[in-house]
């Protein structure tokens, strides 16, 4: 039987992939945690994405690639990282064809959209919040650690492609997006 708690971290630390025992409020630990609860949103929302088989595909893949950008920060005080870590431009271009695609069946957008909608979207929405988040944790981190430049670009990409599926799941849905109201509207 596997043993889920070592008791090592009771102290406030935790060790990273280099080896290195660091505190669990330092900046690279809260870095992976945003991208670890990020990941965690994003198997919800693939949960409630069910009839569109391409964006729950997607997604999945999304999932990998933050565990690996995980990985990546994990490592980031090695000189070098593990290739398998490594998020390439290709996974950038990845997001991009896929908002694009969405992108031309969706009406001009003209006015800022409340998060919500259908299950899905406000699911896809929230996860665009935490990948917002995720990306000012790891810009943060960028400051004292190595943190490869791809991993910043495909998280502040991964926050445009989940707007434009939240969208894009309400559109085909024949759901109309909310907009804010101002006082003085």
Known sequence: MSKYYTRSGDDGSTRIISGEKILKDSKIINAIGDVDELNSSIGIAIFYVRDDPQIRSELKGIQNTLFSIGASLASSLN???????????????????????????????????????????????????????????????????????????????????????????????????????????
């Not at 290709?90 to 695609?101: G, N, Q």
């Not at 969405?102 to 896809?124: I, Y």
């Not at 929230?126 to 791809?150: H, M, P, T």
């Open 79 to 185: 000189k070098t990282e593990p290739e398998k870590f490594i998020v390439g431009r290709e996974d950038v271009e990845r997001l991009e064809e896929s908002i694009e695609r969405m992108n031309g069946k969706l009406p001009e957008l003209k006015k800022f959209v409340l998060p919500g909608g259908s299950e899905p979207s406000a699911h896809l929405h929230f996860s665009r919040s935490l990948a917002r988040r995720a990306e000012r944790s790891v810009v943060g981190a960028a400051g004292e650690f190595k943190i490869d430049q791809n991993v910043i670009k495909y998280l502040n990409r991964l926050s445009s492609y989940l707007f434009v599926a939240a969208l894009y799941i309400n559109f085909v849905n024949g759901i109309d997006e909310s907009n804010p109201v101002y006082k003085n509207d």
